[in-house]
T-cell receptor
Framework: RKEVEQDPGPFNVPEGATVAFNCTYSNSASQSFFWYRQDCRKEPKLLMSVYSSGNEDGRFTAQLNRASQYISLLIRDSKLSDSATYLC??????????FGAGTILRVKS | DAGITQSPRHKVTETGTPVTLRCHQTENHRYMYWYRQDPGHGLRLIHY???????DKGEVSDGYSVSRSKTEDFLLTLESATSSQTSVYFCAISESNGVPQYFGPGTRLTVT
């Protein structure tokens, strides 16, 4: 079983839609969680950290469920520019960041 | 954007030749990392450095070596390139372990 698993998608949604991605992790001792965004043929860029109480940044909301060991990313009012691959990233103390393989989002007009 | 550059950005080389990739940062961050990214595998850590001359292996370190003689530079060397090392290589930096990392623009390496 992979340490971090994501549905690869692609998720094809119309502009203005709400879309959610989940990511599961296997190490219950994981301490820090992040979502990165990666555009085609570009480097990953930090989208947001994920806090235990959940957090929001504009149209993006991240949630953490430690009991079920998953994190989620909700995107509201999708824009064409949101089309990208979204990477779930997990850190466990003493280890390095572990990256999921990514979920592809395509927003269509 | 974090001040990270990678060179070269693209390289085509032949099997068996040595290759060195360079990562340069202007952020004075302590930690530097080398990853490779392949379809279906996500980003996998090759080697990382936690200070000048302090390096350690990642999950896919076989066939790779690294050196860090200055805070700002982290070199990745493929001693004898193989076709399985065709990949996109990303350098990343962070202030400490476990906090968000910031990535360079990547090097696209093709081994023929």
């Amino acid at each position: 079983r992979k340490e971090v698993e994501q549905d690869p998608g692609p998720f094809n949604v119309p502009e203005g839609a709400t879309v959610a991605f989940n990511c599961t992790y296997s190490n219950s001792a994981s301490q820090s969680f992040f979502w990165y965004r990666q555009d085609c043929r570009k480097e990953p860029k930090l989208l947001m950290s994920v806090y235990s109480s959940g957090n929001e940044d504009g149209r993006f909301t991240a949630q953490l469920n430690r009991a079920s060991q998953y994190i989620s990313l909700l995107i509201r009012d999708s824009k064409l520019s949101d089309s990208a691959t979204y990477l779930c990233v997990v850190y466990s103390y003493g280890n390095k960041l572990v990256f999921g393989a990514g979920t592809i989002l395509r927003v269509k007009s | 954007d974090a001040g990270i550059t990678q060179s070269p950005r693209h390289k085509v080389t032949e099997t068996g030749t040595p290759v060195t990739l360079r990562c340069h940062q202007t952020e004075n961050h302590r930690y530097m990392y080398w990853y490779r990214q392949d379809p279906g595998h996500g980003l996998r850590l090759i080697h990382y450095s936690y200070g000048v001359k302090d390096t350690d292996k990642g999950e896919v370190s076989d066939g790779y070596s690294v050196s860090r003689s200055k805070t700002e530079d982290f070199l990745l060397t493929l001693e004898s390139a193989t076709s399985s090392q065709t990949s996109v290589y990303f350098c990343a930096i962070s202030e400490s372990n476990g906090v968000p990392q910031y990535f360079g623009p990547g090097t696209r390496l093709t081994v023929t």
